[in-house]
């Protein structure tokens, strides 16, 4: 069974492009979280999704940022005009349910960078 | 809301050496605890976890037990390897369980 997917592993953009990155969560997940992690700090949350609907997005940026999970193919973090303070990892994490007691596994992680 | 308060790091040790992780919460209710590992360049991993007080997870020798009287989830190991050199974060659901809430992490560094 394979475990989350994150690509690109590596995202290098210029100040102002955009950047897209792709979950594809465990097979039979249909609950995808976003977290961001700064240099040397813990995850922080960002999006919390369901097939087609955001439940709560509570966490990230009111501008620039967006995030979907369409009912066909994975989910998408985009990031419009990005800036360099965006520079972070990206983690995108799945679980079957959204109880308490749901284990969420983890992606290894895009990296973006923003020069 | 819900949260944690990780030990501070760094943390060295030699090989075979006894660890601890300090790791106490705040939470509404009994949530499940659970504690992540990170190697470097990927991505969490978890660790252990426990659903309910006095339950104790285990996993590649680490053990944690969910302590419900002093609001802790300590992680422990009795003999560490080079190979456990990682960052370990604790974490909990927040109140109403649409993410994780994490620690800052505590880096673990094992001399050989």
């Known amino acids: 069974n394979a475990g989350v997917m994150q690509n690109p592993r590596h995202l290098v953009r210029r100040r102002g492009q955009e950047a897209r990155l792709r979950c594809s969560p465990m097979k039979g997940h249909s609950h995808v979280y976003w977290y961001r992690q700064l240099p040397e700090e813990g995850l922080k949350f960002m999006v919390y999704l369901q097939k087609e609907n955001i439940i709560d997005e509570s966490g990230m940026p009111k501008e620039r940022f967006s995030a979907e999970f369409p009912k066909e193919g994975p989910s998408i973090l985009r990031i419009q005009q990005v800036v360099r303070g965006d520079s972070a990892a990206y983690f995108c994490?799945?679980?079957?349910?959204?109880?308490?007691?749901?284990?969420?596994?983890f992606g290894p992680g895009t990296r973006l960078t923003v020069l | 809301g819900n949260s944690v308060t990780q030990m501070e790091g760094p943390v060295t040790l030699s090989e075979e050496a006894f660890l601890t992780i300090n790791c106490t919460y705040t939470?509404?209710?009994?949530?499940?605890l659970f504690w992540y590992v990170q190697y470097p360049g990927e991505g969490l991993q978890l660790l252990l976890k426990?659903?309910?007080?006095?339950d104790k997870g285990s996993n590649k020798g680490f053990e944690a037990t969910y302590r419900k009287e002093t609001t802790s989830f300590h992680l422990e190991k009795g003999s560490v390897q080079v190979s456990d050199s990682a960052v370990y974060f604790c974490a909990l659901p927040s109140y109403n369980n649409n993410d994780m809430r994490f620690g800052a992490g505590t880096r673990l560094t094992v001399k050989p």
């Open positions: 994490a799945s679980s079957p349910g959204g109880g308490h007691t749901d284990t969420q596994y």
């Open positions: 426990a659903t309910k007080a006095d």
């Open positions: 939470a509404t209710g009994y949530p499940s």
